[in-house]
């Protein structure tokens, strides 16, 4: 088992809209990127329940092989800059993302 | 084809001031226009609700000097989206002065400025609500509401090319643009210069945020891009930057919910076939771009409204046991405020910073750390409610009634025996796409001259 973070070059998330957060693993090694794609340690369930959100929240999922990128994003509770939002940037929800156990 | 060069110096001009000397190198390396985005939505609805700028306007300034002088003393087009965060017409008009006050001092040559506004009656939207051409929502939202709309303080509309185009035909030597989508602001003067539009659309896309799209990061570096006919080039001017295939690529779907589509007034870019080759250590090349022009023209429109007044208290948690309870310490704060303001007609939020502060019910972690901060936010119709509001849920979490806390003297730690006035609240109502006969109709355009 390697922790995803050891993986990916790049994991992190920011607001795509107002009502949206996108997330996006990048990867530097194409062979890895395609190694990790196969464990299938990364998918939409996988997501759903390590944020314990419904998979209807999940508004794109997609494997981006240009960029050797795991492409995922969110619909918010409530749109960006709403009193009693953290994160109006939507800049620091990837972080759960970092400790996914890759099976390689 | 000839050449076509463009350099961005920031992604968000005045949010942060660009880096001057990847900037002067961009210079020296003689491009065909200097341009930049100034606005976003991620800064929240308040800005545009409230007619502000979140950025100082000795950032701005420093930026617009900055790229004014270049651009005046190599004789190319400057060009700015979005001005000052929100792109509403105070903005644009406070950048149009800025431009004059910098040529001024500065004593330069005339020239021509041109800018255009990007502002939506309420009036204008109506009509669309009740026609044939509903004002459809964005990203899962309804079709805009007679409700929604009475909701909302101010409306920008996103200009594509068109406004940038036209007063780039009308010869304006610098233009101040209301809001506009980030790539049409690059695009437009590729566009200008006889540039197809997946690769014009492309050199927008993958400049508007300046360095992101290169490595190591590092934000506010100016970047060059290119059209030559084969494709679309970027090159980092930073030293110790790179543009990478992994960089490039990657930053196609940089705060984009997919990689593929970008959508634009007039069109959308279709990035699924795109292919990235590394063509010196500072520089990708793309090629495989499309551009679908869209049939019927749909601008999307944003839009804020004041939700009340706001402040905010601050309370921190030592005590292992409160910490274990703090839910428990929280609905006696707020049930305290029911008793004094009812149950609605205000909103109270508290974020338990060292609980769930950034993530809230989608953070995995359910242990809490030693130590917890409590941010409470009073949001009331009147400036006296909001206070005595965020008061009462700040200061009765001192006074939660647990059974077995040893410590009575006080329940919380505070850095501040007071609440502090804070931004007024805005919501985002609008989020939305209005169709128009022309593209040009929400931005509508001006010139003058400026100089001695």
Partial sequence: MTKLSELAKTIRSKNAGVDKITFDIIFTDRSIYEKVLATQAITAAKISSLYGIAQERIADFVEYAPACAIKFTIYRNAPSGSAGDSDIFGAQQYAPLLDIEVPL | ?452
């Fill in chain 2, 1 to 452: 084809m000839s050449l076509i060069r463009i350099i961005c110096p920031n992604g968000h001009l005045g949010f942060a001031p660009l880096k001057i000397d990847s900037f002067l190198r961009g210079v020296e390396a003689s491009p065909d226009f200097i341009a930049a985005d100034s606005g976003s939505d991620d800064i929240g609805p308040v800005p545009l609700g409230s007619d502000t700028s979140t950025s100082p306007e000795v950032w701005q300034r420093q930026d617009l000097e900055a790229m004014l002088l270049a651009a005046r003393r190599i004789g190319v087009p400057m060009i700015i989206g979005s001005s000052g965060d929100t792109g509403t017409n105070s903005r644009v008009d406070r950048y149009v002065a800025m431009i004059q006050d910098i040529a001024a001092r500065h004593g330069l040559a005339p020239f021509k400025l041109g800018y255009f506004y990007s502002e939506v009656s309420k009036d204008r939207v109506r009509q669309a609500i009740g026609s044939s051409e509903p004002v459809l929502g964005l990203d899962g939202r309804e079709p805009l509401s007679e409700k929604e709309l009475d909701a909302t303080d101010r409306i920008v509309a996103m200009a594509g090319v068109h406004p940038f185009r036209k007063l780039l035909e009308e010869g304006c030597d610098v233009i101040i643009g209301g809001r506009s989508s980030d790539c049409a602001i690059f695009a437009a003067a590729a566009l200008h210069r006889g540039a197809t539009e997946a690769d014009a659309y492309y050199l927008g896309k993958v400049l508007e945020c300046a360095s992101f799209c290169a490595e190591p990061y590092g934000a506010k570096e100016t970047v060059l891009g290119a059209i030559d006919g084969a494709g679309v080039t970027v090159t980092a001017m930073h030293p110790d930057q790179r543009c990478t295939i992994a960089s490039v690529a990657g930053h196609a779907m940089y705060e984009r919910s997919n990689p593929f589509d970008e959508f634009v007034a007039g069109g959308r870019l279709d990035m699924r076939d795109c292919h990235y080759t590394q063509i010196d250590p500072r520089t990708t090349r793309v090629t495989g771009q499309r551009f679908e022009p869209a049939k019927r023209v749909r601008v999307k429109l944003e839009g804020s409204g004041k939700v009340g007044e706001r402040f905010v208290g601050l309370a921190s948690v030592r005590d292992p046991y409160t910490i274990a309870n703090i839910d428990a310490v929280i609905a006696w704060a707020k049930a305290q405020v029911v008793e004094r303001f009812g149950a609605s007609g205000y909103e109270l939020h508290f974020n338990v910073f060292g609980k769930n502060g950034v993530m809230g019910d989608m953070e995995p972690v359910k242990t809490p750390a030693h130590e917890l901060c409590i941010v409470v936010q009073g949001v009331a119709p009147t400036v006296e409610m909001a206070e005595e509001l965020c008061m009462t849920g700040t200061r009765q979490l001192f006074y939660a009634r647990l059974p077995e806390v040893k410590g009575t003297a006080g329940g919380v730690a505070f850095v501040l025996d007071e609440v502090l006035k804070a931004s007024p609240a805005y919501r985002w109502t609008v989020n939305h796409t209005l169709a128009v006969d022309d593209p040009l109709e929400l931005f509508p355009t001006h010139t003058m001259t400026v100089g001695a």
